[in-house]
């Protein structure tokens, strides 16, 4: 049981939640993610596993990403969950 619950909270504190990928203009998409995790989440692993979902989009056209602007927010109590969002072009190696 307190395996259960040590893996249970380890899960909460490293999950987040993807947008998907969205195009915002012609050529240019977005990925945002929020953190799950609370004030205790990370917000630097939103942000990897942001640019991870950007470049497996990318790298189903043998492309590569090339990031347009990022955002990273931390978590504040009782006010917002923390996020971050990545803006990019697929582009040719």
Same mark, same amino acid.
């Given at each position: ?67 347009? %602007? ?14 971050? %969002? ?8």
């Amino acid at each position: 049981m307190k395996a259960l619950i040590t893996v249970a909270a380890a899960v909460l504190l490293t999950a987040c939640a993807s947008s998907g990928v969205v195009q915002t203009d012609r050529d240019t998409y977005m990925v945002a993610m929020k953190n799950t995790g609370g004030v205790f989440g990370n917000i630097d692993k939103v942000k990897v596993d942001a640019y991870r979902e950007a470049g497996e989009f990318c790298a189903k056209d043998g492309k590569v990403v090339e990031t347009v %602007s990022t955002t990273a927010e931390g978590a504040v109590p009782f006010v917002r969950m923390g996020g971050a %969002s990545v803006t990019f072009k697929c582009v040719k190696p």
